[in-house]
């Protein structure tokens, strides 16, 4: 049995970043979410400009843009000099009309396997003055020789889409492709890919940048499994750990303050154009944390609920949940 929400709640704040949130091109009708649709629609709402999740969560900490938002040596557990880039593990795959690749999210790879990647990526490359590093068996970073002339593309904007139009610009480009062609080559012959369903056949290379200032802490804590938020809550000094699976186990363990959740589980199906799946986790979101936090808002719990993909942001308060003549709308009505 799941704890009850017994908590004093007036003097906490729950900033709750919901990566997609809105579906972006739906074609179907979804069917009535009504925990969702009462915070909606009864709370105060606001449009924002568009921004990716790690642009969002710099932001948020006030670390400053480079030519890349500086994600990679973000990522990085320890502080490391030189300048860094994210070379998270593909797999690329041939489709109909273009080349498109899939995220380690989808690859499911093992420690040792990365390992032995790794290995054989810095031998070939030592003679440049290349290190290949990982942080976790899917999350790889890349040090680079001085600070090339170079901007990037996040993973995430990639992820379902034609690569051709996200590739590296800049003075120094050209080197960025030529590092992940060369890897291309290494990584097709390797062994480890020989018993893999999906190869990891490929590197994406982005979110360059050298260690950043951070600013003072915001937030009390952060929930999440995602690289850069572990990155600024250890620059901030404040603690993060993963996200619970149900919003009452982590209400019963809040104390008074501003925390950050973030629930990730709608971007995958979202980037792949996966409607079903997406629809089936935004359903697990309803029933596992909208309806928990639309009781603790009733008790006194300020909610914060961002979706930075679609630019909606919304607050809503115990006030806010009185004003009973505000009627449930379908979720796509927000977008329009």
Same mark, same amino acid.
């Given at each position: 049995?799941?704890?009850?929400?017994?908590?004093?709640?007036?003097?906490?704040?729950?900033?709750?970043?919901?990566?997609?949130?809105?579906?972006?091109?739906?074609?179907?009708?979804?069917?009535?979410?009504?925990?969702?649709? +009462?915070?909606?629609?009864?709370?105060?709402?606001?449009? #924002?400009?568009?921004?990716?999740?790690? $642009?969002?969560?710099?932001?948020?900490?006030?670390?400053?843009?480079?030519?890349?938002?500086?994600?990679?040596?973000?990522?990085?557990?320890?502080?490391?000099?030189?300048?860094?880039?994210?070379?998270?593990?593909?797999?690329?795959?041939?489709?109909?009309?273009?080349?498109?690749?899939?995220?380690?999210?989808?690859?499911?790879?093992?420690?040792?396997?990365?390992?032995?990647?790794?290995?054989?990526?810095?031998?070939?490359?030592?003679?440049?003055?290349?290190?290949?590093?990982?942080?976790?068996?899917?999350?790889?970073?890349?040090?680079?020789?001085? +600070?090339?002339?170079?901007? +990037?593309?996040?993973?995430?904007?990639?992820?379902?889409?034609?690569?051709?139009?996200?590739?590296? $610009?800049?003075?120094?480009?050209?080197?960025?492709?030529?590092?992940?062609?060369?890897?291309?080559?290494?990584?097709?012959?390797?062994?480890?890919?020989?018993?893999?369903?999906?190869?990891?056949?490929?590197?994406?290379?982005?979110?360059?940048?050298?260690?950043?200032?951070?600013?003072?802490?915001?937030?009390?804590?952060?929930?999440?499994?995602?690289?850069?938020?572990?990155?600024?809550?250890?620059?901030?000094?404040?603690?993060?750990?993963?996200?619970?699976?149900?919003?009452?186990?982590?209400?019963?363990?809040?104390?008074?303050?501003?925390?950050?959740?973030?629930?990730?589980?709608?971007?995958?199906?979202?980037?792949?154009?996966?409607?079903?799946?997406?629809?089936?986790?935004?359903?697990?979101?309803?029933?596992?944390?909208?309806?928990?936090?639309?009781?603790?808002?009733?008790?006194?719990?300020?909610?914060?609920?961002?979706?930075?993909?679609?630019?909606?942001?919304?607050?809503?308060?115990?006030?806010?949940?009185?004003?009973?003549?505000?009627? #449930?709308?379908?979720?796509?009505?927000?977008?329009?």
């Amino acid at each position: 049995m799941r704890p009850q929400i017994s908590i004093k709640l007036d003097d906490m704040k729950c900033h709750l970043l919901i990566p997609n949130l809105f579906w972006p091109a739906p074609r179907f009708n979804i069917e009535a979410l009504p925990n969702l649709e +009462t915070l909606l629609a009864r709370g105060r709402l606001a449009r #924002n400009s568009r921004q990716g999740l790690d $642009e969002w969560l710099c932001r948020a900490f006030q670390v400053e843009a480079q030519q890349d938002w500086p994600v990679a040596p973000l990522t990085l557990k320890k502080d490391a000099p030189g300048y860094w880039l994210r070379a998270d593990p593909v797999h690329l795959q041939l489709r109909r009309d273009h080349l498109g690749l899939l995220g380690a999210d989808s690859l499911a790879i093992s420690g040792s396997e990365a390992d032995s990647l790794l290995d054989a990526l810095n031998r070939h490359f030592a003679p440049e003055d290349l290190l290949f590093v990982r942080e976790r068996p899917d999350v790889w970073l890349l040090r680079l020789p001085g +600070t090339p002339d170079v901007s +990037t593309w996040p993973l995430p904007e990639v992820l379902g889409r034609d690569i051709d139009a996200f590739m590296p $610009e800049g003075l120094d480009a050209m080197r960025l492709k030529q590092i992940m062609n060369e890897t291309q080559m290494l990584l097709h012959g390797h062994p480890v890919n020989e018993t893999r369903a999906l190869p990891i056949n490929s590197v994406w290379l982005w979110g360059g940048g050298t260690a950043p200032k951070v600013g003072a802490p915001r937030f009390a804590s952060i929930s999440s499994d995602n690289p850069v938020a572990g990155g600024l809550a250890r620059k901030s000094g404040i603690p993060c750990g993963p996200v619970s699976e149900h919003a009452e186990s982590w209400l019963a363990a809040l104390a008074e303050g501003e925390h950050l959740v973030i629930l990730e589980s709608l971007a995958l199906p979202s980037s792949y154009g996966d409607e079903n799946e997406w629809d089936a986790r935004l359903r697990s979101l309803e029933a596992h944390w909208f309806k928990p936090l639309r009781l603790a808002v009733q008790n006194g719990l300020e909610l914060c609920l961002v979706d930075n993909e679609a630019g909606l942001h919304l607050q809503a308060g115990p006030r806010d949940l009185w004003k009973f003549w505000k009627r #449930n709308r379908p979720l796509l009505d927000y977008l329009k």
